[in-house]
Nanobody, 122 residues
Framework: QVQLVESGGGLVQPGGSLRLSCAAS????????MGWYRQAPGKERELVAT???????NYADSVKGRFTISRDNAKNTVDLQMNSLKREDTAVYYC????????????????WGKGTLATVSS
């Protein structure tokens, strides 16, 4: 089994910064794409940023220039540095990962974390 555990959410004022972290653990052969999604109250879950194992990134237009995704392939972790936060960034942030297991490295399974709340408010 695999667990994705997020940390780093909290309350921050507009213009402030937060850093989210996610660690994948379990019977992992390799982690392919890792990333972050978010869901604001009353809205659908949306992509924030992803990064492949090779380092290719993809960002939502709404966070480009403000958020930076990074990962440590050796530790199976992914971080999201969020700067210049806006009230509309308030959401539950979910870690997501495509993972291959030793039992069948050719098959990819997608996993979600339980989420961490980031609130931007004065």
């Amino acid at each position: 089994q695999v667990q994705l555990v997020e940390s780093g959410g909290g309350l921050v004022q507009p213009g402030g910064s937060l850093r989210l972290s996610c660690a994948a653990s379990g019977t992992i052969f390799r982690v392919d794409t890792m990333g972050w999604y978010r869901q604001a109250p009353g809205k659908e879950r949306e992509l924030v940023a992803t990064m492949t194992s090779g380092g290719t990134t993809n960002y939502a237009d709404s966070v480009k220039g403000r958020f930076t995704i990074s990962r440590d392939n050796a530790k199976n972790t992914v971080d999201l540095q969020m700067n210049s936060l806006k009230r509309e960034d308030t959401a539950v942030y979910y870690c997501n990962a495509d993972i291959r297991h030793y039992s069948n490295p050719l098959r990819v399974f997608n996993y979600w974390g339980k989420g961490t709340l980031a609130t931007v408010s004065s």
